[in-house]
């Protein structure tokens, strides 16, 4: 990895600013030949860590742009390595030129990610950290900026050491007691085994816990609207979209497809999916657009259902109910009542469980939204009950922590059987193992190569 490498960092096109990194041993004297800072100073001898104008060559020594240039030396640079960036305008001509030039002077053109995967590997960051990079960069809400940042800090990290630490000092004591019998070494006592399985089980299930509210911070809410045709639905999610999204008309059954939109509601995304209204139908395409409602409604773990206020309901809007309260969460939302003064009475069917809440909504109006939006905001502050950073954000950590915590949860059933401390411990290194994969120590290069290459070029 000593080769020099280089890239675009910021978005291509037309931009104010454009940012052209370069990491690598040597890449200073790759960088010399591209850029003539100002007042006759050599690229090489330039203070660190400090931006200062020149002139951008391209890679027949002709200037292309007056730019800033910045370098860093190892180790204190993002990849650990001797690294350079140079600030130009954001021009895509200016760009593609300064990058040839580079590429002429001896650099390579970096692969995706390949950025982030030398931070790794020179120990700048563990693989939870190099996670938190690309999470903090496809971020779609606040939350999940700050719940990346924190990871990005070492939040998880810190919150893995302590379960890493007491299985480790218990796994080294041993063997320090079997390879240096003749040393002063006391010997592992039962209780410190048992205390150190106890506390790496309870750590592990609580960390466990927080991957169903990791996922909703990073990747949303998964929310299906339901009702029978013309209850509001694509009203409402034209307005929680805040723009017109989905066809709405006063004919029964314009939404014949589901429709789905990221929809920021306070500090809650959602994945948000407008369905076909419940009704049986004797047209093919509205049964196939029924179908696919029923299919949302039994992926969400959220659902709005619409039952409109100033009509009687029907079978059909109890059918929608009934599909609502199949999802981990529903809320009923009696739509229209702009259209009423009281809304007509509803009874829930006993077999479904009560909904989160009862709210008057009108699209028209925009009656009720707030407080809808208060209460989906109130999912995500939930979720961030845990310390920001520390819940598990993808399948990879979960199973990894999953693997670990079956591996304590043998030693402690050995433990327990009365086997001896070689057979116990045999389990707790198995979980230091998957612990180490968490965080990269004991990762495979094949699942770091696989986190990497879904990075972007210059990252």
Do not use: W
């Not at 390595?81 to 021009?91: I, K, L, R, V």
């Not at 002429?104 to 053109?109: C, M, N, T, V």
């Not at 390879?179 to 150190?196: C, G, K, L, R, T």
């Not at 996922?215 to 009203?235: C, E, F, M, Q, Y």
């Amino acid at each position: 990895m000593s080769d020099v490498i280089a890239a675009l960092s910021t978005a291509p096109g037309i931009a104010g600013i454009g940012i052209v990194r370069v990491s690598g041993e040597g890449c200073f004297k790759v960088c010399s030949r591209v850029f003539r800072p100002g007042g006759g100073r050599s690229f090489e001898d330039l203070s660190p860590r400090r931006l200062y104008l020149g002139t951008a060559l391209d890679a027949a020594g002709r200037p292309i742009d007056r730019c800033m240039a910045v370098r860093f030396v190892s180790p204190h640079s993002y990849t650990g390595e001797d690294a350079a960036e140079f600030h130009c305008h954001g021009s895509p001509v200016v760009l593609r030129e300064l990058l040839s030039a580079l590429f002429a002077a001896g650099a390579r053109q970096a692969r995706a990610g390949e950025f982030t995967e030398r931070a790794f590997f020179s120990g700048r960051m563990d693989l939870t950290e190099a996670e938190a990079v690309g999470d903090l960069i496809h971020a779609a809400s606040p939350a999940a900026a700050r719940n990346a940042l924190a990871q990005l800090g070492g939040a998880l990290r810190r919150r893995l050491a302590p379960i890493e630490q007491k299985l480790l000092d218990v796994c080294s004591r041993f063997y320090a007691v079997v390879d240096y019998p003749d040393e002063d070494i006391s010997d592992v006592q039962p209780q410190e085994i048992a205390a150190a399985l106890d506390f790496a089980e309870a750590e592990l299930t609580a960390l466990i816990g927080t991957a169903r509210s990791g996922r909703l911070i990073k990747s949303g809410l998964p929310t299906v609207l339901l009702g029978r045709p013309n209850s509001g639905k694509s009203a409402l999610f034209n307005r929680l979209a805040g723009f017109d999204r989905a066809i709405v008309t006063d004919i029964p059954g314009t939404t014949r497809d589901t429709l789905e939109e990221n929809v920021l509601a306070g500090e809650t995304l959602l994945r948000l999916v407008d369905t076909a209204g419940l009704r049986v139908s004797g047209d093919a395409v509205e049964r196939l657009g029924v179908a696919r409602s029923e299919r949302a409604a039994e992926e969400a773990e959220l659902a709005l259902v619409l039952i409109d206020a100033a009509a009687e309901p029907t079978d059909e809007d109890l059918r929608a109910l009934r599909l609502a309260a199949g999802a981990p969460k529903y809320i009923l939302l009696r739509s229209r009542c702009d259209l009423c003064e009281k809304p007509t009475a509803l009874r829930i069917p006993p077999e479904c469980p009560a909904p989160l809440s009862v709210i008057r909504v009108s699209s028209k109006t925009g009656e009720g939204l707030e407080d809808l939006k208060a209460l989906l905001s109130s999912f995500t502050e939930d979720a961030l009950a845990h310390a920001e950073g520390q819940n598990l954000t993808d399948a990879r950590q979960e199973d990894a922590s999953r693997r670990a915590l079956a591996a304590v949860r043998r030693a402690k059933d050995a433990f327990a059987a009365g086997f001896t401390p070689d057979a116990i411990l045999t389990d707790a290194e198995e979980a230091l193992s998957a612990l180490g994969e968490l965080d990269g120590r004991t990762a495979r290069e094949e699942i770091t190569a696989e986190i990497f290459s879904k990075f972007c070029v210059g990252k």
